[in-house]
């Protein structure tokens, strides 16, 4: 299935497809999850109405992290079989995986000022995402950085792989150090530690977010599909794409 | 009247949760929207320059 998708033109008609039923399910997802996280989910016994936050922090947390697992796996595949998809969908993804980041810690800050008593506090977990952060940001400005696209593409993708380091560090910091940020209460040893009223509209929120990205990502690949080939055509004329079945596109223009 | 008017005081952490919400959408939503945009315009660049080379799918 992936490696039939993995010729540009047969994605440009498969996400075609695909795109608008992704739309409206995240929409449709996500409205659910405003609705059961700001209406329906009880107040937390001991942070009250406050642990609403939560909704949409730990979904933009989990997010963060599975779309850099992803840019770094795109990468890898990259960097081994040159695959021009591979480069193309980590580019794809890396503003929206800063953007999930930026709202973890934006929405982290907002509870801990009334929790914890601070808007930031330098702790173990907190300076790791802070890191995600600037990890995503340095790969995009890398990738953007050469005149020469494949250049750029091939010093991101390192960076990413490189990255990958602080994946872990992320995960396991609450254990590791002694953190303010509090330990893992979803996906730990003798399962979640969380009531059902409040794990299902994280779930619900966490799936919306899902889906709000595999949507950006198809349109954002598709995107930069459209600009190479219409580079390739103004440069070289229709000959270029004339046998795009059987050849990838040149990598012209980054992002 | 008092019920909504509590739902938006949030048990005094209004200040808090709307704004985290709010972030939440307009990062997201702008991204989406910006993503959407960009989408739209390669989209009429390729067929314009299509016409003009007269090569057609």
Not at chain 1, 61 to 75: H, N, R
Not at chain 1, 83 to 109: E, K, N, R, Y
Not at chain 1, 207 to 220: D, E, K, V
Request: some cysteine; proline content about 4%; hydrophobic content about 55%.
């Amino acid at each position: 299935m992936l490696t039939r998708l993995a010729n540009p033109a047969r994605f440009m008609r498969v996400s075609g497809v695909v795109l608008p039923w992704l739309g409206g399910a995240s929409a449709g997802v996500l409205g659910l999850g405003l609705v059961w996280s700001l209406l329906l989910a009880p107040p937390d016994y001991q942070q009250g109405e406050s642990v609403r936050i939560m909704f949409v922090h730990v979904p933009a947390a989990m997010m963060a992290e599975g779309v850099y697992y992803l840019i770094a796996i795109a990468s890898f595949v990259a960097l081994v079989w040159r695959h021009p998809l591979a480069d193309i969908a980590g580019q794809a993804a890396a503003l929206i995986g800063a953007g999930f980041t930026l709202v973890c810690l934006a929405t982290g800050s907002l509870w801990g000022r009334p929790m914890w008593g601070a808007w930031w506090v330098w702790d173990a977990r907190l300076t790791s995402v802070l890191v995600l952060f600037f990890l995503y940001l340095g790969y995009i400005a890398l990738v953007n950085a050469f005149d020469d696209a494949s250049r750029g593409a091939r010093a991101g993708a390192l960076l990413a792989l490189v990255g990958v380091v602080d994946l872990p560090i992320i995960k396991f910091s609450v254990n590791w150090w002694n953190t303010l940020h509090q330990p893992a209460s979803i996906l730990r040893v003798g399962g979640p530690s969380i009531d059902v009223s409040m794990l299902l509209p994280l779930f619900v929120m966490t799936a919306g977010f899902g889906l709000l990205f595999l949507w950006a990502l198809l349109l954002r690949m598709r995107t930069q599909l459209n600009e190479r080939k219409a580079r390739a055509l103004s440069l070289y004329g229709p000959a270029a794409v004339r046998d795009e079945e059987s050849t990838a596109l040149p990598a012209i223009g980054a992002r | 009247m008092n019920a909504i008017e509590s739902w938006f005081g949030m048990g005094g952490y209004a200040g808090f949760v709307w704004p985290a919400y709010g972030v939440a959408a307009i990062v997201l939503g702008g991204l989406a929207l910006y993503s959407w945009l960009r989408h739209r315009r390669s989209n009429a660049a390729l067929a314009r320059l299509q016409g003009r080379l007269g090569t057609r799918e």
